[in-house]
Antibody
Framework: EVQLVESGGGLVKPGGSLRLSCAAS????????MNWVRQAPGKGLEWVSS????????YYADSVKGRFIISRDNAKNSLYLQMNSLRAEDTAVYYC??????????????????WGQGTLVPVSS | QSALTQPASVSGSPGQSITISCTGT?????????VSWYQQYPGKVPKLMIY???NRPSGVSDRFSGSKSGNTASLTISGLQAEDEADYYC???????????FGGGTKLTVL
């Protein structure tokens, strides 16, 4: 059974930093593109970042580019999101999400098939 | 403002059919067959309902179907049931740097 378990969320002050982790199990983690998708309270879904299976290809939403860093450790079956210079508008539940992709020189995300339970990150003074 | 446009709400009575639209551009919905739909109950995790425009994952009821015409994709739910009441989000691959875009979500109410 595929399982994605996020951790590391919690209250942080504006301008602060936080590192989210996602522990994966039940599938060959090193073969899959992984993503972070967030959802602000009462709002819709927003894709945040994507990393290819070998970390070769990394993408970010404009809203987090230059502040967030996605990474993975295939030996530990883990995905990470380092969040710096946090703002109130970054307040959200952050989901670790597996994606099915096509690759022809560029990553094409076909769909998201498994989602973690999410971890809440409130940014407030 | 979301990249893909969905109606904020739709409603229907049990047994009826409803359709939720998802409008994008030729850079996303219209240009690729990588539209997917997700169902989310309040406080719960999104669940994949339709992928690649019209495919259903194993275990998803055949009352759910998807289609696309031009820059607009649609999710149709037939034989509405009370358990279908949830939020529904569309998503598409995009050729822009964003990589993936979501719709703003549609709240389905079963009357």
């Amino acid at each position: 059974e595929v399982q994605l378990v996020e951790s590391g969320g919690g209250l942080v002050k504006p301008g602060g930093s936080l590192r989210l982790s996602c522990a994966a199990s039940g599938f060959t983690f090193s073969s899959y593109n992984m993503n972070w998708v967030r959802q602000a309270p009462g709002k819709g879904l927003e894709w945040v970042s994507s990393i290819s299976s070998s970390s070769t290809y990394i993408y970010y939403a404009d809203s987090v580019k230059g502040r967030f860093i996605i990474s993975r450790d295939n030996a530990k079956n883990s995905l990470y999101l380092q969040m710096n210079s946090l703002r109130a508008e970054d307040t959200a539940v952050y989901y670790c999400v597996r994606a099915k992709i096509s690759f022809g020189g560029i990553i094409v995300i076909r769909y998201f098939d498994y989602w973690g339970q999410g971890t809440l990150v409130p940014v407030s003074s | 403002q979301s990249a893909l446009t969905q109606p904020a709400s739709v409603s229907g009575s049990p047994g009826q059919s409803i359709t939720i639209s998802c409008t994008g551009t030729s850079s996303d919905v219209g240009g690729y067959n990588y539209v997917s739909w997700y169902q989310q109950y309040p406080g719960k995790v999104p669940k994949l309902m339709i992928y690649e425009v019209s495919n259903r994952p194993s275990g998803v009821s055949d009352r759910f179907s998807g289609s696309k015409s031009g820059n607009t994709a649609s999710l149709t739910i037939s034989g509405l049931q009370a358990e279908d009441e949830a939020d529904y989000y569309c998503s598409s691959y995009t050729s822009s740097d964003t990589l993936v875009v979501f719709g703003g979500g549609t709240k389905l109410t079963v009357l």
